[in-house]
């Protein structure tokens, strides 16, 4: 395996999920009065985790290749809007695009000898392409399998809130 791949896997993938996973815990926070996140890297389990809290944002991490991100009290909250789930789910994918475009800005311009920071924008859009794709994760994901991509649950809330917009018209 080569440094490059290396660094990928072991480094860069790594932080592109968190960035990620930051996408959806921001709106859970942001959208509720009492609504706090967990974040897990790797699998969606407590237990054999590097463990520690920012706010309301609680962090589990252990090595993998998938992320996950629940809302931790979700039974103490309000029922979420409509809207609110939407920002939610959007939230992972616009935060890889946009770290994408921004590293991408900038290993054409500013840091242009740092082969790093592109391979950091190929490897967060080539995250926000797969979050977005609208399917259900197929057996041979792994941990993923059988979980929603972040592009479908977006679908179903649309068409979920389309409806709605039609039956009181």
């Known amino acids: ?20 996973e930051l996408g959806h815990a921001l709106p859970i926070i942001l959208s509720t009065d009492s609504g706090e996140a967990n974040i897990f890297l790797g699998t969606p389990r407590k237990e054999k985790k590097l463990v ?15 992320g996950f991100c629940f809302i931790a009290n979700f039974e103490e909250i309000p029922p979420l809007s409509d809207q609110q789930r939407l920002l939610i789910d959007a939230g992972g994918p616009f935060f890889s695009l946009l770290s994408g475009l921004v590293t991408y800005g900038l290993s054409i311009s500013v840091l242009e000898n740092l082969q790093y920071i592109y391979l950091f924008a190929m490897v967060n859009l080539f995250l926000f392409l797969t979050s977005a794709v609208p399917l259900t994760y197929p057996k041979f994901e792994g941990h993923l399998a059988g979980y929603q991509s972040d592009g479908l649950r977006i679908v179903q809330n ?12």
């Not at 520690?52 to 998938?66: P, Q």
């Not at 649309?158 to 018209?169: D, P, T």
Request: charged share 15%; net charge positive; aromatic share 18%.
């Open 1 to 20: 395996m080569t440094p490059d791949l290396l660094i990928i896997f072991f480094i860069l993938l790594p932080i592109s999920i968190i960035i990620h």
């Open 52 to 66: 520690f809290s920012i706010g309301k944002i609680h962090f589990y991490l252990g090595y993998g290749f998938v």
């Open 158 to 169: 649309l068409r979920r809130q389309f409806k709605k917009a039609n039956k009181v018209s």
